[in-house]
């Protein structure tokens, strides 16, 4: 799972590295680290976000070491969204409205489109675009792809996209 963490840090040499030691001692592999020493916090302290990713016992390890070394944990919370899938469409994608399209697959609560490519080689001809769904699960991810299917079929798209490997073996 993908875990994000704010931490509190005096702003002097040495205290990043000291936050950063227990996630590599747990295994936890970083994904990004923001740390930005011109915003500092009333106190002088300064705050860094890091992203990681970590099963629940490698969280809880890495924790408890943060807090033994007492470095200021302002928040952990593990980010939900963790399956992306793209999707070709290929029809009147502008003219059938595609804010509708996004709005449909956002209001779901379980999956968002985090990414469009859009192409209009004439106002007229057809269109085609790329878009990038994340959801929370496979499960959702599965729910996702019905939705999508049935946008499609509304709107007369052609729709392509990767069989998820469980989607395979449903249908073998």
């Given at each position: ?7 509190e840090?005096k702003?002097?040499p040495?205290?990043?590295i000291?936050?950063?030691l227990?996630i ?8 990004y680290i923001?740390?930005?020493r011109?915003?500092?916090r009333?106190?002088g302290?300064?705050t860094v976000?890091?992203s ?5 016992d ?5 924790k408890?070491?943060l807090?033994?070394?007492?470095i200021g944990i302002l928040?952990i ?16 994608i502008?003219?059938?409205?595609i804010k ?8 779901t609560?379980y999956a968002?489109v985090?990414?469009l490519n859009l192409?209009m ?9 790329r878009?990038?769904i ?7 991810m599965?729910?996702c792809v019905?939705l999508?299917?049935k ?8 729709l392509i ?6 989607m395979?073996?449903?249908?073998d």
């Open positions: 799972m993908k875990v994000r963490m704010n931490l840090l702003d002097e040495g205290t990043l000291k936050a950063l227990p590599s001692k747990y295994g936890g592999n970083i994904v923001v740390h930005d011109e915003k500092k009333a106190n302290n300064i976000q890091i990681i990713e970590a099963n629940t490698q969280v809880r390890d890495i408890k070491a807090e033994d070394d007492e928040s919370d593990e980010v939900k969204l963790i399956e992306d899938l793209a999707f070709i469409m290929i029809g009147h502008v003219d059938t409205d509708d399209t996004i709005d449909r697959v956002d209001d609560g968002e985090i990414d192409k080689p004439n106002i007229k001809k057809e269109s085609s675009a878009i990038i994340r959801a929370t699960g496979k499960d959702e599965k729910k019905d999508v299917n946008i499609a079929d509304e709107k007369d798209f052609v996209y990767p069989l998820m490997r469980e395979q073996h449903e249908r």
